[in-house]
């Protein structure tokens, strides 16, 4: 059975989904802590369902580097084999990076390389595209830049604003994300190298 961290930073809408699979007989993963970099909401929903959890607020540090350090640290108590970054809105620094990948992914509410970043679901709408995407990734030193473990199109509407194109993605984003979570863990996708 993998075992699973999942790290947050807010609502946790794609915890939940996830936390609901893991919750099904046959699943082949269990979900073992969930830490966000902050008090936020979606940690509720590992409480809910009986998981610890536990905070790392990035504000508390001086440096992202000792901040870096101390969710390593977390991590490391936890002894998770897989990381998964499920809406944690921030950038990684290196060494953590370096010890937890390739077994750290990512999931991101656009098709990479297209609209990398914070605003994934803003900039798309920004850039007058008629569609964009979610992907999962493997989490590397840059931003948004890993090996793509799974994608899916998306379409744009007319009439679409941030919350709505949002709502779009996220199902398939917590498709995608289950998915990639039963495939590392049933041993179809093997995370050293990754083939789509
Ligand atoms: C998700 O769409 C996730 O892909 C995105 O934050 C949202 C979290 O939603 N992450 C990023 O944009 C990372 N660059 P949730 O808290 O409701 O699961």
Known sequence: ???VAVLISGTGSNLRALLDAAAEPGFPARIVAVGADRDAEGLAHATHF???TFTVP???FATRE?????LAGRLREVGADLVVL??????LPAPLVDEFAPRLIN????FLP????AHGVRDALAAGVDETGASVIIVDSGVDSGPILAQERVP???GDDEETLHDRIKPVERRLLIDVVRRVADGSLDLESPAR
């Open 58 to 60: 990035f504000r508390a």
């Open 66 to 70: 000792e901040w870096g350090e101390a």
């Open 86 to 91: 499920s809406g944690l809105m921030r950038l």
């Open 107 to 110: 999931t991101h509410p656009a």
């Open 156 to 158: 744009v509407l007319p």
């Open 50 to 52: 009986g998981i610890p």
């Open 1 to 3: 059975m993998l075992s």
């Open 114 to 117: 297209e609209f990398p970043g």
